[in-house]
Structure formats: structure tokens, C-alpha cells
């Protein structure tokens, strides 16, 4: 072999080695990539199933309560509103000094009827729940017997404590009908015109509530 057929053939296996160094790279290049995405596809399912299984977890409860209509502390939630035990009471929230909003629809499961901002129907009735954003809390009942406050909230699917009021944290000071009321808050009767208070962290003077004719 010529010296020149010689270089010709040794150029020819370099560039081959070239070549399969070049394929090894792009294999694990692609190889690479294909981990990244795997792993872009698994981050992605993660994330899914997270807010599935959350959603899952929460299926029984929204910010107005729980959507299924079951029982809450032993309170049903019915086609109609019931009339033989109907009272109401008010209930105000202060976040250091800033006052909250009590959601409208409390206590009545979607789909909601809405008019005017007034919430006038949706799957059912619990027993407490709430049409309006006034914070008037309606008491309607088949029977007569003593409900509370824990109950309201448990209906409204929000934490209640002494230091924690729905997501506010902090110490909670109680006004009930303006004095200032050192129980658990939890455990409040609700009566016919119980006017309630809550203040998270800075507390603010007890303000007075006025029910419209008919309440």
C-alpha cells in the first residue's frame, strides 16, 4: 500500500472514530433530554395528582360549607328552608381592626341562585346559613333546640378558636350583645338578636347591629 493510500486510510478511520465519538455525544445528548423531559413529564403528573388529590381532600367542603349536603355536627341540610324554630343572630369578624367579610351562601350548597346578591336557593338548606354578606346568620330549624357558633363554622368549613378565627391568627377577643364574653368561642348560644364579635389580634370596640323589620 502507497504510502499516500496509507494516509487516505488512516484519515478514513479517524474520521469514523469522529463519527462514532460524534453518535456517542447525540446519543447522550438526546439520552439527556429525554431525561429532562421524563422528568418535566413526572414534575407535571406530581403537580396533577396534588391538585387532584387536594381537590379529592376538599370535595366535601367549599368556603360556604360542605358541597355535599351531608350532615355537619348533626345538622341536615334540606330541600326547603325549615320555619318551626326561626331566629336570627349577627356576627362580626375583625382582622386587627379591619373588618371580614361572612361570605353570602353560607350553610346553602351550589348551584346557588343568586339575585341582587342575595343568595335565595341552590342544592339545600343546612339548618344556619346565610343569604347575604350582612353577617345575619338565619336559624331556621324543624325543631327547637340550641345551636352555636362552632357549629356555624364548622357548616362554613372555617377554623374557630381562641386564637384563630377562619385563616386570621392571633388572640381572639369575644363581644357578645357588647360585653365582652371570655368562653370559648366555640361554644356561643345562638339567640334570637345575639349580636357576635370577633377581633383577631387588635382589638376593636364592639359595634352595634340593627336587624331590619321582620328579622
Not at 502507497?2 to 486510510?9: G, I, V
Not at 389580634?201 to 359595634?207: E, L, S, T
Request: proline letters at 4%; glycine letters at 12%; one cysteine or more.
Amino acid at each position: 500500500m502507497s504510502q499516500r493510500a496509507r494516509q487516505a486510510s488512516k484519515a478514513q478511520r479517524k474520521l469514523a472514530e469522529v463519527r462514532r465519538q460524534q453518535r456517542r455525544r447525540q446519543r447522550r445528548v438526546w439520552a439527556l433530554f429525554a431525561a429532562i423531559g421524563l422528568a418535566a413529564v413526572g414534575v407535571v403528573v406530581v403537580v396533577v395528582v396534588a391538585l387532584v388529590s387536594k381537590g379529592s381532600s376538599t370535595t366535601g367542603q367549599t368556603a360556604h360549607g360542605p358541597a355535599t349536603g351531608a350532615p355537619v355536627d348533626g345538622i341536615q341540610c334540606q330541600a326547603n328552608e325549615q320555619v318551626v324554630y326561626h331566629i336570627h343572630a349577627h356576627l362580626a369578624i375583625f382582622d386587627n381592626g379591619v373588618q371580614q367579610t361572612v361570605s353570602r351562601g353560607i350553610g346553602i350548597p351550589g348551584p346557588q341562585q343568586v339575585v341582587q346578591g342575595v343568595v335565595e336557593g341552590g342544592k339545600c338548606f343546612y339548618w344556619l346559613h346565610t343569604h347575604d354578606t350582612t353577617g345575619v346568620i338565619h336559624i331556621e330549624s324543624p325543631t327547637q333546640r340550641v345551636y352555636t357558633l362552632g357549629q356555624f363554622f364548622d357548616i362554613w368549613g372555617q377554623q374557630l378558636s381562641g386564637d384563630q378565627v377562619g385563616k386570621a391568627t392571633g388572640k381572639v377577643t369575644v363581644f357578645v350583645n357588647g360585653k365582652q364574653y371570655s368562653g370559648d368561642p366555640r361554644s356561643i348560644k345562638l339567640s334570637p338578636h345575639q349580636v357576635i364579635q370577633l377581633d383577631v389580634g387588635k382589638v376593636a370596640a364592639p359595634r352595634p347591629f340593627t336587624f331590619l323589620k321582620g328579622l
